[in-house]
């Protein structure tokens, strides 16, 4: 499969905003669900967020409520991740995937885009 693509990360102070995208082929963007993982170093890789392709019902981390959205763009195969009011804690290099069903693990990973957070 091809692997989506994720764009938009860089270094932002504390308090500061990044939006991210994942442009995916149209086979992979079509799965049930789309989300964001994030991989900070020395830690596991970390549920953030996930939309669902059927009626864009969403799901985050506990730790990012309040503060990051998901989003689709049908006409530009993409999932964006809005990040505001940023903190240190979110330094990670972030990954898009697809799930292609009803409790399927996650698959299909991109490259990923490092987001650093700087006090």
């Known amino acids: 499969q091809v692997q989506p693509v994720e764009s938009g990360g860089g270094l932002v102070q504390a308090g500061g905003s990044l939006r991210l995208s994942c442009l995916a082929s149209v086979r992979t963007y079509s799965s049930y669900a789309m989300g964001w993982f994030r991989q900070a170093p020395g830690k596991e890789r970390e549920f953030v967020a996930s939309?669902?392709?059927?009626?864009?019902?969403?799901s985050y981390a506990d730790s990012v409520k309040g503060r990051f959205t998901i989003s689709r763009d049908d006409a530009r195969f993409t999932v964006s991740l809005q990040m505001n009011s940023l903190n240190v804690e979110d330094t990670a290099v972030y990954y898009c995937a697809a799930q292609r069903g009803l409790g399927l693990a996650f698959e299909n990973w991109g490259q990923g885009t490092q987001v650093t957070v700087s006090s």
């Open positions: 939309i669902r392709r059927s009626d864009d019902s969403t």
